[in-house]
């Protein structure tokens, strides 16, 4: 899997737009971005996924660049509950066995009042 | 629609004894991965699992540990003679298919504490 690069923490006020982002320069033309958080020590939760468009959902909107060197997640409206950390990962469209998710440090984000 | 499901939430083993761990996946999904969280360190990938067959255990220590996904009910984690080391979150993760189209959707988790 390309190896994903993201800010160790950030912080957003309550209310404002988090924007997360994740650099995966050396992602191939086969494999997707995923975006996952884990609040405290709950299980990871799934958010959002792409190839080369962007996406969006109900919990957030997915920005890949044009070159799909990175990609940014965007929160629009951050409450205190989007306090978690934040993984970023690629993933091959065909993954065979290989299919496990490998998980890196992540951004912790922290929304305050 | 019941999401993973995981049992214990909390379990609690003297060193030496025996820790089981089940997961149910999500209905549907037939793919199913566990993964370990050791305190204040990240999610590591343990074994990969189909029904009945291991496809993946690169992430499983070499002994002690083993997993099955029978044909009927929960996948099973067994980790046997538990040693303090052992003490972390257990979180399985179940998926339809195995592509990378196919979304992996995680339990909660079971908090093995041992003493």
């Known amino acids: 899997d390309a190896k994903t690069t993201q800010p160790p923490s950030m912080d957003c006020a309550e209310g404002r737009a988090a924007n997360l982002p994740c650099n995966h320069s050396?992602?191939?033309?086969?494999?997707?971005v995923y975006w996952y958080r884990q609040i405290h020590s709950q299980g990871p939760q799934y958010i959002i996924h792409g190839l080369k468009n962007n996406e969006t959902n109900e919990m957030a909107s997915l920005i890949i660049t044009e070159d799909r060197k990175s990609s940014t997640l965007i929160l629009p409206h951050a409450t205190l509950r989007d306090t978690a950390v934040y993984y970023c990962?690629?993933?091959?469209?065909?993954?065979?066995?290989?299919?496990?998710?490998?998980f890196g440090t992540g951004t912790r984000l922290q929304v305050t009042l | 629609n019941a999401g993973v499901m995981q049992n214990p939430r909390h379990l609690v083993r003297r060193r030496g004894q025996e820790a089981r761990l089940r997961c149910s996946p999500m209905k549907g999904h037939s793919h199913v991965y566990w993964y370990r969280q050791l305190p204040e360190e990240g999610l590591k990938f343990m074994v990969y699992?189909?029904?009945?067959?291991?496809?993946?255990e690169s992430g499983m220590p070499k002994e002690r540990f083993s997993a099955e996904f029978p044909k009927e009910g929960p996948s099973i984690l067994r980790i046997q003679q538990v040693v303090r080391g052992d003490s972390a979150a257990y979180f399985c993760a179940s998926s339809p298919g195995a592509s990378g189209i196919d979304t992996q959707y995680f339990g909660p988790g079971t908090r093995l504490t041992v003493l």
């Open positions: 050396t992602i191939s033309g086969n494999e997707y």
């Open positions: 699992l189909q029904k009945e067959n291991i496809i993946d």
């Open positions: 990962i690629v993933r091959p469209i065909n993954t065979g066995t290989a299919s496990k998710l490998t």
